[in-house]
Nanobody, 115 residues
């Protein structure tokens, strides 16, 4: 069984910053990719950012230049630094890991951007 513990969500004003963290534990042999997806009300879940064990990154178009993903392989932890947040970033953010041929998801953390 895999556990993904997310933290760092909350309410922030437009233009502000937040940092999300996700720590993976449990029956994990080797994590290939760690990342974040988000889902806003009435919209499909979309990729925010992902990073492979080798450090290759992939970002959704709407967050390029504003968000930065990083990971600590020794701690099986992925981070998402979010800057210049705007109302369109409001969503539930889900941690995602790919290990072997398995995808695991966190329970989600709410990010709300509002004045």
């Amino acid at each position: 069984q895999v556990q993904l513990v997310e933290s760092g969500g909350g309410l922030v004003q437009p233009g502000g910053s937040l940092r999300l963290s996700c720590a993976a534990s449990g029956s994990i042999f080797s994590i290939y990719s760690m990342g974040w997806y988000r889902q806003a009300p009435g919209k499909q879940r979309e990729l925010v950012a992902a990073i492979t064990s080798g450090g290759r990154t992939n970002y959704g178009d709407s967050v390029k230049g504003r968000f930065t993903i990083s990971r600590d392989n020794a701690k099986n932890t992925v981070y998402l630094e979010m800057n210049s947040l705007n109302s369109e970033d409001t969503a539930v953010y889900y941690c995602n890991i790919v290990h072997g041929d398995i995808q695991s998801w966190g329970q989600g953390t709410q990010v709300t951007v509002s004045s």
